[in-house]
């Protein structure tokens, strides 16, 4: 605010202006408001075409493959079929003897059509007459010949080497080495039946040879 004063016998004058306590902050009002800080922009998917493709999820390895089940009846060894065959002879057991071959079923369903004799013209049914015949004379003579003999198995010998089918090996012209508890350390060799077949893991005998 601006104030004049007059002195007597003078003209007026301007002596003095005064500028009367306002402060800068209440003359000029409040000051502007600080700039609030700018929000940060949403974050977005790359869009960089050179980007790298998401990995594809791994992939579980398969189940191993299990291995073919024995088939029942079936021998785990050699040495276990063989046992079977002596107790059948101690005990003088026929029916023991011949569920240790091979069945019919097995014969013609699995075994034959693998044989070359499978490509000629007589059919499976004629083959397993032959078979089962010649089976059923090789048990008798294995009975009277070792029945009620008390043999233990020292050893098993394949003679005629091993053949190599599809699916199973036929081991040829089996015999036993054998003792006889109550005759002596004497080791003999025997040939009780004929062929052994392996399958899957399992053994039988293929036939009693008479």
């Not at 007597?8 to 306002?22: E, T």
């Not at 059919?123 to 233990?152: K, M, V, Y």
């Amino acid at each position: 605010m601006t104030v004049k004063l007059r002195r007597p016998g003078r003209s007026p004058a301007v002596v003095l202006v005064f500028i009367l306590g306002c402060s800068p902050s209440e003359s000029r009002g409040p000051g502007p408001a600080a700039p609030s800080p700018k929000a940060a922009p949403p974050a977005t998917a790359s869009t960089d075409a050179n980007a790298a493709p998401p990995a594809a999820p791994a992939q579980a390895a398969p189940p191993p493959e299990s291995a073919p089940r024995r088939l029942p009846g079936w021998f785990a060894s050699t040495r276990e079929l063989a046992e079977a065959v002596l107790t059948g002879l101690r005990e003088k057991d026929s029916e023991l003897l011949d569920s240790l071959r091979v069945t019919e079923r097995e014969y013609k369903d699995i075994l034959f059509p693998e044989f070359p004799a499978a490509t000629g013209n007589a059919p499976p049914d004629f083959h397993w007459f032959l078979l089962n015949t010649e089976s059923a004379a090789g048990i008798e003579r294995a009975l009277g010949t070792w029945g009620a003999q008390d043999f233990e198995l020292a050893d098993v010998v394949v003679t005629k080497g091993t053949q190599e089918y599809r699916t199973y090996q036929i081991l040829s012209k089996v015999e036993l080495k054998v003792r006889d508890r109550k005759g002596g350390p004497e080791v003999r060799q025997l040939r009780i039946f004929g062929s052994v077949v392996e399958l899957n893991g399992g053994y039988k005998i293929l036939s009693f040879k008479n």
